[in-house]
């Protein structure tokens, strides 16, 4: 199974963007997806995750309001909206895939790992 993450990049305090992970290998209709980040210096932490269906979704407090995660089985891939974003929200941004069947905000329940994408945002 193999992650791929993009949509990162510079952005302003207040702007948006919307990062990607494609899905390749296995079932993705089956796996848990989620959001995870880590910032310069501090380990990672839970932004966010969705069942397999889509039915049912969680954030993190930081994020909670500003972030939506969604996903399309369809074309095997997991998406996470961000607005109003923050320079607090500068990190790497890494997305996972779980076959707990569960919705997690646990690291450790997640089995497949992207590469992560750089996401800066500027005051």
Do not use: H
Request: proline share 2%; hydrophobic share 30%.
């Amino acid at each position: 199974v193999q992650l791929q993450a993009s949509g990162g990049g510079l952005q302003q305090a207040g702007g948006s963007l919307r990062l990607s992970c494609a899905v390749s290998g296995g079932t993705f209709g089956s796996y848990v997806m989620g959001w995870f980040r880590q910032a310069p210096g501090k380990e990672r932490e839970f932004v966010a995750t969705i069942s397999w269906s889509g039915g049912s979704t969680g954030y993190a407090d930081s994020v909670k309001g500003r972030a939506t995660i969604s996903r399309d089985n369809a074309k095997n891939t997991a998406y996470l909206q961000m607005n109003s974003l923050k320079p607090e929200d500068t990190a790497v941004y890494y997305c996972a895939a779980s076959t707990s069947g569960v919705r997690t905000p646990t690291l450790d329940q997640y089995d497949y790992w992207g590469q992560g994408t750089l996401v800066t945002v500027s005051s």
